[in-house]
């Protein structure tokens, strides 16, 4: 019995081996945490903090502010800017459907077709990292450019009149219009779908595909009933890391787009740095913090990978 | 039908390398434009090849001054984020302790928050301090958000060690400095380069967060913002394209150097 009770407990193969605590250096681990952890709760959770108390102040830049429990902040501020918030989610939404359709397929091909290039496309995904992000959204500004190839590409095929139906574009332009603030949104967000992508694709057994072959799967069938399921970690992982910096980017709505495509990103950038009414600027990114944090949650039940997070 | 049927067979090359051209078009272009030589402020437009801005890069007033406090903002913060991280990581994977899942929650918070709610929250705690917002107040705020990065990169990495090499190492009377130093460090040194490089990358090319705890301190990405406003000069594009190259060439550079250690060292 004794030799039972002290067998050590079975190691599932995913979870790290627990060693046991050693004795020497009880406190190590506090004093290797203690810099690391003291930065981010100094400048990272007090910040938030110091954010939530200056949501529900009022007062002026003159007068001063001081705490009031004024929540009716937050009432002005989503009562006011409800088109840009709905604007942020629909963009990022948009985004973030176009990278995981656009992405899966450069991820598959990376994990199981590309053989001796693997290395060679994954070092042209990554690289562009390298530009600066700004320099290669204004390339964008000459891609799409109202005489450029693209513009006059969409015109002849009856593209532009489609999307002008759909309110995506206006007239005969691109440029400062909803479609080009997406594309630019996409562009800029796609790495970090096709990496968590490629991970998950990556751990996917080869053989699986050959066994739904064997067992006269269709291509098709084998991916939808196994490729798929499988990469799931993936595909919420890349997900939240598109949609959630996209909700919040303004710098593609103001270089893309026009004053009807403003995000709220946008308005909380000049709220803060130009209007100085720091109160409603908090209150906004409280809401989107909460908004953001609330769907997530939502999706991440609703895809049943709660062990993610 | 063959033709179909091809298709059919390579429709995920196809569709995949159709997104890697996308990827790519952006710097196409701006390495196409840097050879431009434009009309008036902005280089939007091809106008005639020129090699005036490879010839001339800081032709610019103030261009490469913002370039070098980003260089510098960028070293400094990957050596600060690099140095914490890698702690935080070590402890996180090495030892048991109480309120692991707390710490564990604040490196994913920054990660999972929009920049410009940071970024927002970070200028009101320096309004608050009445601190002087400048290369100070920057650096400050780009160890804070590269550290999870740093962490997550290292994590991988020393999760995966065996730690029967440390063992072993001891068997072999190895203090535990020794052994940090001639074990732990060298097998855990791909992933505190990985976290390091990443950090490096965020750092110099991080614009929100960067806008709002500058002050009167302009990076280059913040020169780059301004010249979108004012006029793009083409040395932008000399920089832009420069910093491709270089990406592409040390990361080949690696390959070529580690493939020619794993033949002369067959495991």
């Not at chain 1, 590309?114 to 994954?122: C, D, H, S, T």
């Not at chain 2, 049927?5 to 051209?21: E, S």
Request: net charge positive; proline share 6%; with cysteine.
């Amino acid at each position: 019995m004794a030799t039972l009770t002290e067998a050590p407990p079975p190691l599932s193969p995913t979870a790290p081996e627990k060693k046991p605590p050693r004795r020497r250096g009880r406190f190590t681990p506090y004093w290797l945490l203690l810099p690391g952890i003291l930065w981010l709760l100094v400048f990272f959770a007090l910040p938030m903090i110091y954010q939530a108390s200056t949501s529900v102040q009022t007062g002026s830049l003159e007068t001063g502010y001081k705490v009031t429990w004024h929540f009716a902040t937050y009432w002005d501020a989503l009562s006011q800017y409800w088109p840009q918030f709905l604007r942020s989610l629909l963009y990022a939404g948009a985004a973030t459907v176009l990278c995981l359709v656009l992405g899966y397929p450069l991820a598959y091909l990376i994990a199981f077709r590309a053989g001796r290039w693997r290395n060679l496309i994954m070092i042209l995904v990554i690289a562009p990292f390298f530009t600066s992000f700004l320099i290669r959204t204004l390339a964008w500004k000459t891609i799409l450019a109202d005489s450029g190839p693209v513009v006059s590409t969409l015109n002849t095929l009856h593209v532009l009149d489609v999307t002008n139906w759909l309110g995506w574009t206006a007239g005969d332009r691109v440029l400062a219009t909803p479609l080009a603030v997406v594309c630019g949104l996409t562009y800029n967000f796609l790495p970090f779908m096709i990496l968590p992508l490629y991970t998950s694709l990556e751990r996917i057994d080869g053989r699986l595909h050959e066994a739904a072959g064997d067992l006269y799967a269709k291509p098709v069938t084998t991916f939808r009933k196994v490729t798929f399921p499988l990469s799931m970690p993936g595909v919420v992982s890349g997900t939240l890391l598109t949609f959630i910096p996209a909700a919040g980017d303004y710098v593609n709505a103001d270089l893309l787009g026009s004053t009807d495509t403003r995000m709220v990103g946008n308005v909380i950038q000049t709220q803060f740095l130009r209007i100085l009414d720091y109160p409603t600027a908090a209150a906004l990114s409280f809401i989107l913090m909460a908004a953001i944090l609330f769907m997530v949650t939502l999706y991440i039940r609703r895809s049943g990978t709660e062990d993610l997070v | 039908m063959t033709f179909v049927n091809w298709l059919k067979r390579h429709l995920v090359v196809i569709a995949g390398l159709i997104t890697l051209g996308y990827l790519l078009l952006p710097n196409v272009v701006v390495t196409v434009f840097s050879f431009n030589k434009p009309k008036g402020r902005f280089n939007y437009q091809w106008q005639q090849f020129s090699l005036d801005a490879w010839k001339d890069p800081c032709g610019v007033a103030d261009m490469c001054g913002s370039l070098s406090i980003s260089l510098q903002i960028a070293f400094w913060a990957t050596i600060g984020a690099t140095a914490l991280g890698t702690m935080i990581a070590f402890a996180l994977v090495r030892y048991r302790f109480r309120a692991r899942g707390a710490v564990n929650s604040l490196i994913f918070l920054p990660m999972a928050m929009p920049e410009v709610v940071m970024a927002a929250s970070l200028l009101t705690l320096f309004l608050n301090m009445g601190a002087q917002l400048g290369f100070w107040t920057i650096l400050i705020a780009h160890i804070m958000f590269c550290l999870s990065f740093v962490v997550t990169a290292v994590k991988a990495r020393v999760m995966s060690m065996d730690p029967r090499l440390e063992q072993a190492a001891q068997d072999l009377y190895a203090g535990p400095l020794q052994t940090f130093v001639r074990v732990t460090l060298p097998i855990a040194a791909p992933g505190i380069a990985a976290g390091a490089l990443l950090a490096f990358a965020l750092s110099f090319d991080d614009f929100i967060i960067t806008n709002f705890n500058a002050g009167s301190t302009v990076t280059f990405p913040m020169f780059v913002w301004g010249s979108a406003q004012r006029g793009t000069p083409v040395q932008i594009n000399v920089i832009g394209t420069t910093m491709f190259l270089v990406a592409v060439l040390l990361v080949l550079v690696s390959m070529v150097v580690s493939n020619r250690r794993n033949k002369q060292k067959p495991l």
